[in-house]
């Protein structure tokens, strides 16, 4: 069975960065592995898209965070990554990594039954 395993979250201030680990587990990326999202939610809120990488490596961010943040993979460490620059206190959310369902590559705004999940990391920007 497919795991997904986030790290990296934490409190920052306005302005600085983060970068976001997640792990998959459960012989996930035979060959160049799934398309990996990562998502968050913030209280209240929906679940929206971050950004997104297919197993070659085209990637697509939501408006609100191009220019600042970076999703990339390492398919030999079966590891999906988000580096978060600029940050800002909208930013402030659960983020989560994801695995899409088969024949889906992302959505704007999801629901849990989504694919399959991790267990989510705080990311909160405050001064």
């Known amino acids: 069975q497919v795991q997904l395993v986030e790290s990296g979250g934490g409190l920052v201030q306005p302005g600085g960065s983060l970068t976001l680990s997640c792990a998959a587990s459960g012989s996930t990326f035979s060959g160049y592995g799934p398309v990996l999202g990562w998502y968050r939610q913030a209280p209240g809120n929906q679940r929206e898209l971050v950004a997104v990488?297919?197993?070659?490596?085209?990637?697509n961010y939501a408006d609100s965070v191009k220019g600042r943040f970076t999703i990339s993979r390492d398919n030999d460490k079966e590891t999906v990554y988000l580096q978060m620059n600029s940050l800002r206190p909208e930013d402030t959310a659960v983020y989560y990594c994801?695995?899409?369902?088969?024949?889906?590559?992302?959505?704007?705004?999801?629901?849990?039954?989504?694919?399959?999940w991790g267990q989510g990391t705080q990311v909160t920007v405050s001064s």
């Open positions: 990488i297919t197993p070659g490596g085209n990637t």
């Open positions: 994801n695995i899409p369902p088969p024949g889906r590559w992302y959505g704007d705004y999801v629901s849990q039954d989504f694919g399959t």
